[in-house]
């Protein structure tokens, strides 16, 4: 690819892809000032105003295009908006473009554009931002044999005032920045003689971001305004010796003075002609002020930079196609996704069908846990994946009924040793006490709690023994936290469910008024969902409030066990035998019996059956007509984004083109 084709390229693409892909260009950059405009001017041609520093208020890129067709100059001025700006004001900045007879033009055209970005001290404007962060993009096509693309950047600012505040300072500073922060950017960092180059803020961008050099050509700008005697510092940035070293190291050039521009802007021969003879008087003679020639001077800085311009755009050629080619898949599945227009009630039916299809099978996929279908797209993110979301949830559920279902700390039921918590001090609890003195304490806890129910079941049995009531009213005191965990856990598996939902309807369209059409029109059978599972919820808690009652052979193993454990004291122990040997592995029963319960009656059967159904092609032929125009009417933003996309999309074909 020739810079030539990239000149047409940026042009082309200019003001349509300008947020989305970055094109090799070379960016002049430094303090207020500085030589930028004289610099500007050598290297394109380009008389640009100095008076008043017009030129410095907003960025201006200039794409040079050379075409052996044209005898005269084209030059067309246009604006591309920021990125930030509102729908209103991009259609009024982009509205603006002018055809230029000549560059005498210019200095008009600039202050038209200040007052239309809405800069301050343009036209009647007295108040707004200094500085803009659109751009004025200028383009020439003729016959010189220059191709280029070159960005003229505001001065830093060295210090806030009265016409420059602190955020002026940062938006300068920010513009700057993000121009010369792209790997595809070539920086010319002016720098005038004068001044020490370790105290650039420009030298000190450009290092931190291009730490390698690669990118970085200092340009030292007025060495004609040096003090005499300090000619071998400029001497030695020529050769590159001075104590900041740029591995393209630096160019000098001689900005013309204001006395040879009384008549008008220099030529490229006149001006090459004036630097010639500043660099041959006798203080550039001296042995410790010899100069690097090919350093010296517009012309050698301008072949330079294009010839490096040249070698830098076939380095990133690849690296630009390939971001075209993703730009333009980008774009068609976009426009896939908004579908074709809608313009009349069969045209939006169709396309609500095509959407029922998508979420039906989309849905399905996350239900099943089959999430490799759609490769990296809807389930890559981890929160899309309904099944496995739904499975971690009920895990942490079971093993909070296992850790928090006994309302009595000593009937916890802990089937994993991970489950066991490290035992904590409580509140006065000596840290000093032994295990043996705590496990005394939990069994006289347990024992006073067992009495406490024991006494208030009395009835006509012998002392010492049980009756039914004693086991039922222990069994419903330890249940007791059951039915707040499950409710909990209801709650957060329909949340997750609900937030699946959403996040499908917004992958199947881009749309957001049918994104929310979508969900209002789901809102209510989603809802139901969650009322029927709080009423399953609340019928297995009345069965767990009715008499303890298993036939699991879970239950008389476990009973067996305790027998076998070494209860001797008969008289003694029946209390604890009757809660710990026969109580304890009724809970574990009915603990697993409710947990799985509420996994298959309520969560599968409530929550997550038929969700396929929610939104189903099925529906589709029943809707109304005015209901289908509720749903997929085709909104004004639709419209103006798919012919948006669809420019955007013939741009980069034609960007293709252009370069393969």
């Known amino acids: 690819m020739t810079a030539n084709s990239l000149a047409t390229l940026t042009q082309e693409t200019t003001n349509r892809v300008g947020d989305h892909i970055s094109l090799p260009q070379l960016v002049v950059c430094g303090d207020q000032s500085a030589g930028k405009s004289s610099v500007l001017e050598g290297i394109t041609q380009i008389p640009f105003p100095r008076a008043d520093g017009v030129c410095t208020k907003f960025a201006t890129e200039i794409t040079l295009t ?13 604006i591309i908006p920021h990125s930030r700006r509102s729908d209103e004001d991009k259609v009024k900045l982009s509205a603006f473009k002018r055809r230029l007879k000549d560059y005498d033009e210019l200095p008009g055209i600039i202050k038209q554009v200040g007052e239309i970005m809405g800069l301050r001290g ?3 404007n007295t108040s707004g931002p200094a500085f803009g962060e659109d751009v004025l993009s200028i383009h020439e096509v003729s016959n010189k044999g220059r191709h280029l693309t070159v960005v003229d950047l505001p001065g830093l600012i060295a210090v806030s005032g009265d016409d420059q505040t602190e955020d002026d300072v940062d938006i300068v500073a920010g ?8 790997s595809r950017t070539i920086i010319a960092a002016i720098i005038q003689a004068g001044n020490d180059t370790a105290t650039q803020k420009i030298i000190n961008m450009a290092q931190k971001v291009d730490p390698t050099g690669d990118r970085t050509v200092g340009v030292v700008t007025k060495p004609d305004l040096i003090n005499e005697g300090t000619e071998s510092r400029v001497a030695k940035l020529s050769t590159n010796e001075d104590t900041i070293k740029l591995k393209r190291g630096y160019f000098i050039v001689r900005n013309p003075a204001p006395k040879d521009l009384k008549g008008g802007a220099l030529d490229a021969t006149e001006r090459a002609r004036q630097e010639a003879g500043f660099f041959a008087e006798a203080r550039w003679q001296q042995p410790d002020a010899q100069l690097n020639k090919a350093r010296v001077g517009m012309p050698n800085l301008f072949k330079y930079l294009q010839d490096y311009l040249e070698e830098h755009i076939e380095r990133e050629l690849p690296k630009v196609l390939l971001e075209i080619r993703r730009l333009l898949r980008k774009a068609d599945e976009s426009l896939g996704l908004f579908g074709p227009e809608r313009h009349e009630v069969v045209d939006m039916r169709a396309y609500l069908t095509d959407l029922s299809l998508k979420y039906r099978d989309i849905c399905r996929y996350g ?10 797209s809807f389930f890559k993110k981890d929160e899309n994946r309904l099944r496995a979301q739904v499975q971690s949830l009920n895990d942490q559920f079971a093993k909070k009924m296992r850790l928090s279902g006994a309302k009595r700390k000593y009937f916890a039921i802990y089937e994993d040793e991970n489950d066991v918590p490290e035992h904590q001090d409580t509140p006065g609890e000596s840290v000093m006490e032994t295990e043996e003195e705590k496990e005394q304490k939990e069994k006289e806890e347990q024992e006073e709690a067992q009495a406490w129910i024991y006494l208030r079941t009395r009835g006509c049995e012998l002392l010492g023994s049980t009756n039914s009531d004693f086991l039922t009213e222990l069994y419903h005191e330890q249940c007791s936290p059951w039915l707040d965990i499950a409710e909990s856990h209801v709650e957060r598996v329909y949340n997750h469910t609900n937030f699946f939902v959403q996040k499908l309807f917004a992958f199947i369209t881009p749309e957001r008024k049918i994104q929310r059409s979508l969900s209002k029109e789901t809102e209510g059978s989603l809802r139901a969902r969650l009322d ?12 767990e409030k009715s008499l303890p009652m298993t036939y699991n052979h879970y239950y008389s193993d476990n009973v067996q066990k305790a027998r076998r454990g070494g209860v001797q004291e008969i008289f003694r122990d029946i209390l604890q035998n009757a ?41 589709i032929p029943g809707y109304s007509d005015e209901k289908v125009k509720t749903l997929a009417a085709e909104s004004e933003e639709t419209h103006q984004r798919r012919e948006e996309l669809q420019r955007l999309k013939e741009t980069l074909e034609s960007g293709l083109k252009i370069l393969v």
């Open 367 to 376: 239900l099943k846990g089959t999430y490799e279908v759609l490769g990296d």
């Open 532 to 543: 029927e599972a709080k009423l399953e919820i609340k019928k297995l808690w009345e069965d």
């Open 66 to 78: 050379h075409s052996n067709t044209h005898q005269t100059a084209e030059i067309t001025a246009t």
């Open 175 to 182: 513009l700057v920045k993000r121009y010369i922060e792209s």
């Open 122 to 124: 343009y036209g009647e």
């Open 579 to 619: 809660t710990n040997g026969f109580f304890d592995a009724d809970v574990v029963v009915a603990l697993k019996t409710f947990v799985d319960n509420v996994c298959r009656q309520v969560i599968e059967r409530h929550i997550l059956r038929d969700l396929t159904d929610l939104f189903s092609p099925v529906q």
